[in-house]
């Protein structure tokens, strides 16, 4: 269990999910740049991200914008919406304020795009789902990410799988922060989505080798 001063930003499992290069900027070195991506990200979480919106329809809940932490994988963040759906049984469910029943708690992540060919999506989703079950004392055995572009939600079972990598990519971002490690660049075409593309500069310095930086700093000295 990680203490308090020890919790890193779960939104930050995307990232090191992606590329470990990438969540090393942002979160080590803390660098930035948005790109056309970036931006359509963050005005669509705007329309989900009111903490001050509790609606009922359906015998379903909605709480959007929920502070989440799992001490367990020394994680924190805001999951965009959670829904509590009403439940005859206590099992895996809560009791709401001001709500009779019981209620099973559910995590929907909001996504710009479409359905990605990696698991950047998954894991944050997942994350998200074991916050919520370390807290609320629950299990939680499907979640769903809703795209943008096609408008549409993709269920996800969270797998003992899923959940394993999650827990190891949670330990990769404490490692690298406790050691102050930015890893070395792995150039792919996938580098050309990524929005600190010109900060990272993965096709120059996947062809600098050690030896050439040597040799740079020693005629460096000659010179001086």
Same mark, same amino acid.
């Given at each position: 269990? @990680?203490e ?10 995307q ?7 990438q &969540?090393?900027?942002?979160?080590i070195e803390r660098? &930035? ?5 970036t ?6 979480h705007?329309?989900?991200d009111? #903490?001050?919106i509790?609606?009922?329809?359906n015998?379903i $809940?909605?709480?959007?914008? $929920?502070?989440?932490v799992? @001490? ?15 439940s ?8 709401? #304020?001001g709500?009779a029943g019981?209620?099973?708690p559910c #995590?929907?992540? @909001?996504?710009?795009?479409n359905?990605?060919?990696?698991d950047?999506?998954?894991v944050?989703?997942c994350a998200?789902?074991?916050c +919520?079950?370390?807290?609320l ?10 795209y ?13 799988d899923?959940?394993?990598? $999650? ?8 490692f ?7 890893p070395?660049?792995? @150039?792919s075409?996938?580098?050309t989505?990524?929005s +600190?593309?010109?900060?990272? +500069?993965p096709? +120059?310095?996947?062809?600098?080798k050690e030896r ?11 010179e001086?």
């Amino acid at each position: 269990m @990680y203490e308090e001063d020890e919790l890193l930003a779960l939104s930050g499992i995307q990232h090191i999910a992606f590329c470990e290069r990438q &969540w090393a900027l942002i979160h080590i070195e803390r660098q &930035w740049a948005e790109n056309v991506r970036t931006v359509e990200g963050r005005q669509l979480h705007k329309k989900v991200d009111n #903490p001050y919106i509790f609606e009922t329809r359906n015998d379903i $809940v909605t709480a959007r914008a $929920v502070p989440i932490v799992s @001490y367990a994988l020394g994680l924190y963040g805001v999951a965009d919406v959670v829904e509590f759906r009403s439940s005859e049984s206590p099992d895996n469910a809560v009791v709401l #304020p001001g709500k009779a029943g019981f209620w099973s708690p559910c #995590p929907v992540e @909001y996504k710009r795009g479409n359905v990605k060919k990696d698991d950047r999506d998954e894991v944050q989703l997942c994350a998200q789902a074991i916050c +919520l079950e370390e807290m609320l004392k629950v299990s939680i055995v499907s979640a769903w990410l809703y795209y943008g572009e096609i408008r549409h939600r993709v269920q996800v079972e969270l797998t003992d799988d899923l959940r394993k990598r $999650v827990m190891e990519l949670s330990q990769k971002m404490h490692f690298l922060m406790e050691h102050g490690m930015t890893p070395k660049t792995n @150039y792919s075409k996938s580098c050309t989505l990524c929005s +600190l593309l010109d900060i990272c +500069l993965p096709g +120059l310095s996947g062809r600098i080798k050690e030896r050439e930086i040597e040799e740079y700093l020693e005629d460096s000295y000659k010179e001086e």
